[in-house]
């Protein structure tokens, strides 16, 4: 914060839960705009606009429009534009758009390949797998290492081992899936195992059954607290993973996994499976385990405050481990657009810790 400007209490619960180089905007009514070189976040009061905090463009490398209500001029999108700052326009964590600069263009020979493999049915199937094994194999050694630590502290890691199995047992199966759509149900069944594992490891008082997708809420029901957060880490993986596919010169949109429909993001959903397990589950059951408290604040009118808490924890944990996920992240982009290039294997990402 710059000499002079005072922090204002609207601002208080942000600062102390800020997010390096990345500004996450959740206030109803804040503006962002652009002065001297400066991205500024004002908020409107009796008498005018009052500055709320000052950043440099050196300092930013993102702004996450989280709710409708806020504004943003143009002189700030044309500075964010100028710096190579990614603003992404999320609301509800949900990914609606994005500020692409007008010399953006991916590799036209790139974009065909993919295409073409994408029809495919083989080579379809082919890299669905992959993206599937790399997921299994970080699930497997998320409860792998949960199991080690149960036993260590004295409690039983049976329903951990018994998880880790079904998930060996579907990474044995994956093998013979002739198309994408069987992957999709090897990872499926996987799946059940998996969370049942997650559901032994936190605290009961959060409710945690299952994990629940948006059909499996009736209209204005609310996910359990554990639910929501790793809505709100997967909104902070997914927009890691956008920006990695967009550097890279690949096309979001034409991805092999998951279904294609108009405006899904099918390419940035592939990569993301590898990266779930261990970029944000991880991150979430440490806290989940140690702040409960934090999370059920998702469910009272502290929520926003506490939706900044977990997008924080995971961004800091994503950018803090060794080497950072987010290193990883643009690295197996890269691995898989030389993939797509020269028709080979894809290499999923495969934890060792």
């Known amino acids: 914060m710059p000499p ?28 962002l705009a652009a002065r001297g070189g400066e991205l500024e976040v004002r908020v409107k009061e009796e008498g005018g606009w009052r500055v709320l905090a000052r950043y440099p463009v050196s300092k930013v490398s993102a702004v996450v429009l989280a709710v409708e209500g806020v504004s943003v001029t143009g002189g700030a999108l044309k500075l964010a534009a100028l710096h190579g700052i990614d603003v992404c326009f999320m609301p509800s964590g949900k990914p609606l758009a994005r500020l692409v600069p007008a010399t953006y263009g991916g590799s ?7 295409v073409r493999q994408s029809l495919s049915k083989e080579r379809r199937a082919e890299l669905a797998k992959s993206f599937v094994e790399g997921k299994l194999h970080n699930q497997r050694a998320l409860l792998r290492s949960a199991a080690k630590a149960e036993e260590s502290a004295g409690r039983s890691p049976e329903p951990l081992r018994e998880a880790v199995k079904a998930i060996e047992r579907a990474l044995a199966k994956l093998p013979s899936a002739s198309t994408w759509r069987e992957a999709g149900q090897v990872e499926a069944e996987a ?7 997650v559901k032994h490891l ?8 299952r994990r629940l997708k948006r059909w499996d809420l009736a209209p204005g029901q609310k996910p359990d607290p554990f639910n929501a957060a790793l809505n709100l880490g997967y909104a902070a993986l997914l927009r890691e993973v956008w920006s ?58 502290q929520s926003q405050e506490a939706a900044r808490a977990v997008w924080k924890h995971v961004y800091d944990w994503m950018r803090g481990t060794k080497p950072p996920i987010t290193q990883l992240i643009l690295t197996q982009a890269r691995k898989l657009a030389r993939a797509v290039r020269d028709n080979t294997p894809y290499t999923p990402f495969k934890a060792k810790w």
């Open 4 to 31: 002079g400007v005072p922090l204002h209490p609207l601002l208080q619960g942000w600062q102390r839960v800020s997010l390096p180089r990345i500004l996450y905007l959740n206030k109803h009514g804040a503006l």
């Open 108 to 114: 036209v020979e790139l974009w065909l390949k993919q």
């Open 191 to 197: 799946a059940q195992a998996y969370w049942q594992g």
């Open 202 to 209: 936190l605290p009961p008082s959060l409710g945690f059954q």
């Open 244 to 301: 990695a596919v967009f550097a890279v010169g690949l096309n979001p949109y034409i991805g092999f996994l998951h279904a294609r429909r108009p405006g899904r993001m099918s390419l940035v959903l592939d990569l993301m499976e590898e990266f779930r397990p261990i970029a944000v589950d991880r991150p979430l059951l440490r806290l989940a385990r140690s702040k409960p408290s934090v999370l059920r604040q998702l469910s009272t009118p």
